[in-house]
């Protein structure tokens, strides 16, 4: 059974950072892309950074130099380094895989982490 469990969510001060972690278990967690999406209030769910299986790297335009996803592989944990927090960053986050198999495509999502960035 496929399980991502995201952690590291909280209430922080625009100007500050967190950092959010998104355990795997049930995958061969070195073969997968991983990826890390948001959802803020009202507003549709937005891709925000993406780690290949060799750790190669790809981000939203609006989180560029702010935000730094890696990989464990050891640990089959993702990271989400996010620094400079504006409040416009407020949102749910999640970490997502998708796997191809023989019998079809797979799409997996975490609960969900809480980030909350207000003075």
């Known amino acids: 059974q496929v399980q991502l469990v995201e952690s590291g969510g909280g209430l922080v001060q625009p100007g500050g950072s967190l950092r959010l972690s998104c355990a795997a278990s049930?995958?061969?967690?070195?073969?997968?892309?991983m990826d890390w999406y948001r959802q803020a209030p009202g507003k549709q769910r937005e891709w925000v950074a993406g780690?290949?299986?060799?750790?190669?790297?790809n981000y939203a335009n609006s989180v560029k130099g702010r935000f730094t996803i890696s990989r464990d592989n050891a640990k089959k944990t993702v990271y989400l380094q996010i620094n400079s927090l504006k409040p416009e960053d407020t949102a749910v986050y999640y970490c997502?895989?998708?796997?191809?198999?023989?019998?079809?495509?797979?799409?997996?999502w975490g609960q969900g982490t809480q980030v909350t960035v207000s003075s």
């Open positions: 997502n895989t998708v796997i191809s198999t023989t019998a079809g495509v797979y799409d997996y």
């Open positions: 049930g995958i061969m967690f070195r073969v997968h892309a």
């Open positions: 780690i290949t299986s060799s750790s190669s790297t």
